[in-house]
């Protein structure tokens, strides 16, 4: 990317860390607004050792009233005991730009991209990211989540979309039942996010495609416009194996919901004998799940984040959500 630099270079303020992404509006190609604030993930080893050295460095970075009442303490604190593990830095002003990072323990993240643990930090990585460090190879790992994504939409699907439909749909993954688009969320924020990152979105799951279309379990074909339209087969053997793909947590859950008695092998793959008993109940008893677990992890996070941002700046932060929502639906 042609903005790789300020990406990178902002790192060379903070601590080390193992893993670094950014992801949000300032990847969208044709973002060049200086106010758009650039997001980032962090992953650490050691959340309070990490914010430990970020203090003695970058005190402003937080809030006041962390800083003077625990420290790294209280920061890791409340991250990993109100929210879902992520403590973010935001209205942070370096170099010209504002940024915004959420610092996070590698561990957490890790079982978050491979079982859905809280539905957060994997539903970030279902979408398009910008991988700057990353010295445990989690690109390679969060092709799992990625086709876990990809194999959730397509239950969720009909028999016959768009790319940019099924692209819609893996963004909105993460995005239902979170309490912030109730009120603090452009209502059109999946539409504008695959509308933007078109392109980024057909990279990144462009491989799993082609996978799905070899097993037979869909076809492509391109329409007049250059849209790729996509025919998906719903049969019984195919949602089986598209739930196959699903992290076996997840898989659990739906068995102890729809009363069944999935097996899974010792590699955590659905055995032959697995019975399912609709798609659509399969695809209903998935969204429920999802629901739930965004719903939670949404609550905490939001609750986590304002207690982490301060007061000023969590009145900023809330304004400018709350003025996004608003204009959309007027």
């Not at 903070?14 to 990847?27: E, K, N």
């Not at 914010?51 to 303490?73: D, F, I, P, Q, T």
């Not at 059109?188 to 799993?208: A, C, R």
Request: charged share 20%.
């Amino acid at each position: 990317m042609d903005n790789t630099a300020p990406f990178q270079s902002f790192l060379q303020v903070l601590p080390p860390v193992d893993f670094a992404c950014v992801y949000g509006s300032s990847l969208h190609p044709t973002k060049h607004d200086k106010t758009t604030m650039i997001d980032y993930i962090l992953g650490v080893s050691d959340p309070k050792q990490w914010h430990s050295e970020n203090l003695k460095l970058n005190k402003h970075h937080y809030a006041s009233w962390m800083v003077h009442l625990g420290g790294e303490r209280l920061i890791t604190d409340v991250a990993d005991r109100i929210g879902v593990g992520v403590h973010f830095n935001a209205f942070v002003n370096w170099n010209g730009k504002m940024f915004k990072y959420g610092v996070v323990r590698m561990h957490d993240l890790l079982r978050d991209v491979q079982y859905w643990e809280k539905f957060y930090l994997c539903g970030r990585l279902q979408k398009p990211v910008h991988i700057v460090v990353d010295n445990l190879d989690i690109s390679n790992i969060n092709s799992d989540n990625l086709r876990a994504a990809l194999s959730a939409s397509l239950l969720l699907l009909p028999s016959e979309f768009t790319e940019a439909d099924l692209y819609a749909k893996v963004c909105s993954l993460s995005y239902m039942g979170d309490v912030r688009m109730l009120f603090a969320e452009d209502k059109n924020k999946v539409k504008k996010i695959v509308t933007g990152q078109f392109d980024l979105f057909h990279t990144m799951y462009k491989p799993f495609l082609e996978e799905y279309e070899a097993k037979k379990f869909l076809k492509l074909s391109s329409t007049v416009n250059d849209q790729i339209q996509v025919s998906q087969d719903c049969d019984l053997s195919v949602s089986c194996s598209l739930v196959s793909a699903l992290p076996p947590s997840i898989r659990s859950q739906m068995c102890m919901k729809q009363g069944g008695d999935m097996k899974s092998s010792q590699t955590g793959r659905i055995i032959n004998d697995t019975k399912i008993r609709s798609r659509e109940g399969d695809a209903n008893c998935l969204q429920r799940i999802l629901r739930r677990k965004v719903m939670v992890s949404s609550a905490r996070q939001a609750i986590s984040g304002l207690l982490a941002v301060g007061g000023v700046n969590a009145t900023r932060y809330v304004a400018n959500k709350v003025n996004k929502a608003w204009k959309s639906w007027r």
